[in-house]
């Protein structure tokens, strides 16, 4: 429980094993009454068993479905065994769990909340075309949603029992469908969405892949989902 409400902590992983058993026991020792569930995303390392071995309940994909598809497992879980809150941490370490509480307060006045990065707290930079597609995808978003949203391809996310409903039966596999057009689909349907300032860290284990030509080819990809976030019904 935390702060009355049964809290399910989904940790989507991908060939996590240097840093999933950190993240698990990280969660479980700052939150000692929430449940923690590992989604195997189809990881051809031991993520699996590494997580177990921590404490996590483990599920564990046949194949690689990108995080919109462990995401949706998770939230199935969290659909099918009652509980209040569902939080999306990720499986490389870079999201505190000290903020957790923060989140699940803000759920009493709204439905959905990000953790998000660029609204105050932390010093977590980002350069280049990859900072101007999270500036143009968060000022369209802002406008869809009704709220200042400074952070909308964070994974850090909080949702309430209708929002684990919704996303249970609905939830997008594409790339970045799982962040962008979450939150067009979720605004669209007259849910409220906020978000908390939070400061991100670094990844625990593995290197991220960055370069000018993946930047440019990310800020092409996101323009394009969120055109196509925007006409979908």
Request: proline share 4%; glycine share 10%; charged share 25%.
């Amino acid at each position: 429980m935390v702060n009355g409400k049964r809290v399910l902590i989904i940790i989507p992983a991908l060939n996590e094993s240097g840093s999933i058993a950190d993240v698990v026991h990280e969660v479980r020792g700052e939150l000692p009454g929430v449940d923690v569930l590992v989604v195997d995303d189809g990881s051809t390392d031991r993520t699996a068993a590494v997580a177990a071995a921590a404490g996590a309940r483990v599920a564990k994909l046949p194949y690689n479905l990108g995080v919109g598809g462990a995401m949706r497992c998770g939230y199935r879980y969290a659909r099918d065994h009652d509980y209040d809150v569902a939080i999306q941490v990720d499986a490389d370490g870079q999201h505190d769990p000290r903020y957790v509480p923060k989140l699940v307060d803000l759920l009493d006045e709204t439905d959905l909340v990000i953790g998000a990065r660029f609204a105050g707290e932390g010093d977590y930079t980002v350069r280049g075309p990859r900072r101007w597609a999270m500036i143009m995808l968060s000022g369209v978003l802002s406008r869809v949603a009704r709220t200042k949203l400074t952070d909308t391809t964070s994974g850090f996310r909080a949702a309430n029992r209708r929002v684990i409903d919704m996303f249970a039966t609905w939830y997008p596999v594409e790339y970045l469908g799982d962040t962008v057009e979450t939150l067009v689909h979720t605004a669209r349907r007259g849910y409220k969405i906020r978000q908390v300032p939070v400061a991100m860290r670094k990844r625990m284990a593995g290197t991220p892949s960055q370069s000018p030509a993946k930047a440019m080819i990310y800020l092409g990809r996101a323009f394009a989902v969120l055109t196509l976030a925007l006409i979908r019904r």
